[in-house]
């Protein structure tokens, strides 16, 4: 597969008047993960959106992502409400191969045994989607994307919020994906989250700092992207494990319901949820 290196150049987008990303310069190297993190508000679903190709800059660009090799798990919220069992949503991750009215393939078919046999749930494929667990929701929407074969794989807040059997399956197939050659960039909360990723980006409207882990996650450059928000006391040794963030965990930001999502295929997805309520 090819390791695709993504360039992102003094990228800034904006809603009206309200920058969410300023000047952002970054090079996510190909076949390597990524975890942005960052309070709420601070632009980390907006920039996974840019490389979606789902939002236009205003000013800057983006090298070396095609759209259509892209999988994009976005943030989970509610589910929506079209009747659809788990097998047809994994067969939409493979409109781009098959067409939308193609009959699929034997290649789309192994795509997605393969994808449901690592996320677990090729004994759901039957199921009624909106029936399942936020976690075996969850399993499905990255087994959609992962059907799909994409080089780059991006991922919001991929495990937050989900049982932790789910939470494991999804780091493991993370983990495997990149061994794969796939380019994977996820957003987060969890701070072990991130200490598995290769790179570390933080966020806070602008990127604060970018490295390796260990570089990264230390207090100096947690307190520029989290402020008050983190505690710990430990600027002069290395306890890093110690620190705790506190934020809310992506609940109750606005930023994450499709309105700002002009033009992703498909144009409903009913994984998702129209208005941004609660998961029942
Ligand atoms: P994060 O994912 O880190 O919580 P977002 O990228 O969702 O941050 O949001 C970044 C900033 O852009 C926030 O100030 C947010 O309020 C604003 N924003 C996000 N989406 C929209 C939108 N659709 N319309 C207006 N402002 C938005
Ligand atoms: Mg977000």
Redesign the pocket.
């Known amino acids: 597969m090819v390791r695709q290196s993504i360039e992102v150049r003094g990228l800034t987008v904006a809603?009206d008047a309200?920058v969410?990303i300023r000047n952002i310069n970054h090079v996510f190297p190909g076949g390597t993960s990524t975890a942005v993190m960052?309070p709420?508000?601070?632009?980390?679903?907006?920039l996974l959106n840019a490389l979606a190709g789902l939002v236009t800059p205003i000013t800057g660009s983006i090298i070396g992502v095609d759209p259509p090799d892209v999988g994009y798990v976005m943030q989970h919220g509610s589910a929506g409400w079209m009747p659809i069992t788990v097998g047809e949503v994994l067969e939409m991750g493979r409109y781009r191969h098959a067409g939308l009215l193609r009959r699929l393939s034997g290649a789309d078919r192994s795509a997605i045994a393969a994808a449901a046999e690592h996320l677990a749930i090729a004994d759901l494929m039957g199921r009624q989607f909106h029936d399942l667990s936020g976690g075996q929701q969850q399993r499905v929407r990255v087994a959609r994307a992962l059907a799909g074969q994409p080089q780059v794989l991006l991922l919001d807040e991929p495990i937050t919020g989900l049982d932790l059997p789910s939470q494991h399956r999804i780091l493991e197939v993370m983990a495997a994906e990149t061994r794969r050659g796939t380019t994977v960039v996820l957003?987060t909360h969890h701070l072990d989250e991130a200490r598995h990723c290769t790179e570390v980006v933080l966020?806070a409207t602008e990127l604060v700092a970018a490295g390796v882990p260990d570089e990264v996650l230390r207090p100096a450059a947690l307190r520029r992207a989290f402020g008050g928000r983190i505690l710990g006391d430990h600027d002069t040794h290395d306890h890093d494990h110690e620190l705790l963030i506190f934020d809310d965990h992506g609940h109750g930001?606005?930023?994450?319901h499709g309105?700002?999502s002009p033009g992703f295929p498909p144009a409903v997805d009913p994984t998702r949820g129209e208005s941004g309520g609660p998961r029942s």
């Not at 930001?253 to 994450?256: A, E, T």
């Open positions: 809603y309200k969410a960052g709420n508000g601070s632009g980390k679903t907006t957003t966020m930001d606005h930023g994450s309105a700002h």
